[in-house]
């Protein structure tokens, strides 16, 4: 059964940092595209970066450039966000995504809805004032 897990979340103050894992089991990652996905209170989930195996490119938001890196380790099959100078702004529920839709790039896979085939449940970032 393939399953994808969150951690690392928590509160964080403003210009803080924190590193998100993503744990899967039950596939072979080095054939998937990942992603990081967002959703503010009220706001519609946000691709915050992707990287898509296929042709070898990486999205990040334009919120997020700069301060997000996006890795993984498909030996220990596991996905990183390392987030660094956080804001308010960045509070949010980070989701953890994959997805094997060969022949696309990151952008796709962080902006075309449906794109990601697979889904954690979430980890909650708040960051602090």
């Known amino acids: 059964q393939l399953q994808l897990e969150e951690s690392g979340g928590g509160l964080v103050q403003a210009g803080g940092s924190l590193n998100l894992s993503c744990a899967a089991s039950?596939?072979?990652?080095?054939?998937?595209?990942i992603g990081w996905f967002r959703q503010a209170p009220g706001k519609e989930r946000e691709g915050v970066s992707c990287?898509?195996?296929?042709?070898?490119?990486?999205y990040y938001a334009d919120s997020v450039k700069g301060r997000f890196t996006i890795s993984r380790d498909n030996a220990k099959k596991m996905v990183y966000l390392q987030m660094n100078s956080l804001r308010p702004e960045d509070t949010a529920v980070y989701y953890c995504?994959?997805?094997?839709?060969?022949?696309?790039?990151?952008?796709?896979?962080?902006?075309?809805?449906?794109?990601?085939?697979?889904w954690g449940k979430g980890t909650l970032i708040t960051v602090s004032s």
């Open positions: 995504a994959t997805g094997q839709k060969w022949g696309y790039s990151a952008n796709f896979y962080c902006n075309q809805n449906n794109a990601m085939d697979y």
């Open positions: 039950g596939f072979s990652l080095e054939y998937y595209a």
């Open positions: 990287a898509s195996v296929s042709d070898g490119t990486t």
